[in-house]
């Protein structure tokens, strides 16, 4: 056993911990509820026995860790590994790094997940290990990340890339910071889901109605695809207005950061990557400066869910090898 | 005599070269009108000229030279300094580098005029070497440019950070690209100046009326500057609104990329620093997501026409002495 790699996502819900060899072959998985309700220190004991499930589906031992990747939502302080706050877990300043490496006695870093998710794709997937690979990942909100020269793109103390709260229209409808007219006030599968529910409502949406009612928590994205592809007009004109909002953020994006690719993903995108990824790009390619077209590719992630945990492994691994 | 280093800023109108020391102490200045117009081979000689005429007033030769750096506006293709396109010149398809290091045969590097007014800035000025300086520039449209760990940041072959043309009203006026609602359809000073114009010509601001009329040719940063200091309250309702709008690029730009410095400059900034950083700052403050507050500063530019040249050398020196 030359060492193996994990990474982690830990998410609103669940919790997945993967086992990697030195050229990230899978060796072993675990997954657990998350249950952030019970509270952070409880929340960082599943995490590690989360990680001893995974070492020991890998038929390793502990000691074998070269070291951890954790993906997080939320404001976090990335040289510390200290979650200020993760608001879809109700945890606040949170020592997570320092816990979780006393505990293992091995390195840990702690990142942010969407900017671990865009890592992955640039190392492993869609992003082809290009110079400049920019992430959109609509769901809840819409988060963002982005792999410049190799690195992620971050703020010095925090993460950055919000794509989500970049305002696109003056008098638009408000986001979760009160903000109006933010990409994801617009765009976000939160949006699109209580778009689709009015037209339900209203009648226009027959099978999103009889599949999902008028309640957004039951409208997800495998559901609006499923209503579309069953003839649902009304919710697919609001999808696409919602890609052509996306399309938009997409070319703030590119005339700041002339990116070599975009990569957009998440759940809503995996149920229609054509619908989205197409209708975005026509937008983009509307509005785009003529000196930047044809410099860059609007692509959906490859990965899915593993590029959060592959990416979590892969950083950590650079990170650590390149540690002074 | 140790060497020189040159610092060149190609403007639309007039062409200045600087020759520095090796702590940046200027020895010796040169300045002439550009004439785009004659063509890019004469403008080069006259480039080339005015280089000679910095050198000789810095009392030294030519073979003093240790590295020339220029600034240019438009597409250009920073590896090989060669000029994509140049608009406000009438230049296409220029072998800047390739003729200047002929002529000196000394190393020449060219980038876009804009990046190097902020990585001056950011070396000498206003983003006191801060890990992440963004700058705004807001003329005939509005430039833009960000220091990233002490690296310009850039497209794979051409620059980047094209904040004019952002999107932020789906349905504002079209910029010079025809496109709806860019940063500088609504914020430039040549926007300020047409609506100014308007209230010009509807009697709302007698004394810009008085001062230049209501050609928007005339309406330069100074009359507008003066025109408010006089009591055209219009002007002044104008201008505020233009700098809000640039407050919600701002917030664009700290979402993405968390600078610890916005710097803004240009002629307008200049003549009115107090109201646009101020009224552009308070805008940000509104709309900023709480975790980023407290993280950047808004700052007017220090350096005026100095940041081009002085960034222009400075770069180019580092340039050469981290070229493999």
Request: glycine content about 14%; some cysteine; hydrophobic content about 40%.
């Amino acid at each position: 056993m030359s060492g193996i790699y994990l990474g982690c996502d830990l998410g609103g819900t669940k919790l997945l911990v993967v086992a990697y060899d030195e050229n990230f072959k899978v060796l072993g998985r675990a997954r657990k509820k998350t249950k952030g309700h019970e509270g952070a220190e409880a929340g960082l004991k599943r995490i590690g026995d989360t990680i001893l499930e995974a070492v020991e589906h890998a038929n390793a031992k502990p000691e074998d860790i070269q070291v951890v990747g954790i993906g997080c939502p939320g404001p976090l302080e990335l040289d510390r590994g200290f979650v200020r706050e993760a608001p879809n877990l109700g945890w606040k300043n949170v020592p997570m790094r320092d816990v979780l490496q006393e505990r293992f006695k091995r390195p840990v870093f702690v990142a942010n997940d969407v900017d671990l998710g865009v890592y992955g794709e640039w190392r492993f997937g869609a992003g082809k290990q290009e110079r400049c690979v920019v992430g959109m990942f609509p769901g809840t909100g819409i988060g963002g990340g982005c792999v410049y020269e190799g690195k992620i793109f971050r703020g010095k103390v925090t993460s950055c890339m919000e794509v989500g709260h970049i305002p696109i229209m003056p008098e638009g409808p408000l986001d979760g910071a009160h903000n109006p007219g933010s990409l994801e006030a617009l765009a976000s599968r939160l949006r699109i889901a209580a778009e689709a529910a009015q037209a339900a409502y209203r009648g226009q949406a027959p099978f999103l109605r009889k599949k999902a009612g008028t309640d957004i928590s039951d409208i997800r994205s495998g559901v609006l695809a499923q209503s579309i592809a069953d003839g649902d007009k009304a919710v697919e004109l609001i999808v696409k207005q919602a890609a052509e909002h996306m399309g938009l953020g997409i070319v703030t994006l590119i005339h700041l950061l002339a990116p070599d690719i975009v990569v957009m993903g998440g759940g809503l995108v995996e149920a229609m990557p054509k619908l989205i990824v197409d209708t975005a790009a026509k937008c983009v390619s509307q509005r785009v400066l003529p000196s930047y077209k044809g410099t860059f590719k609007i692509v959906a992630a490859e990965l899915g869910d593993d590029a959060g945990v592959m990416g979590a492994a892969a950083w950590a691994r650079a990170q650590h090898e390149t540690q002074p």
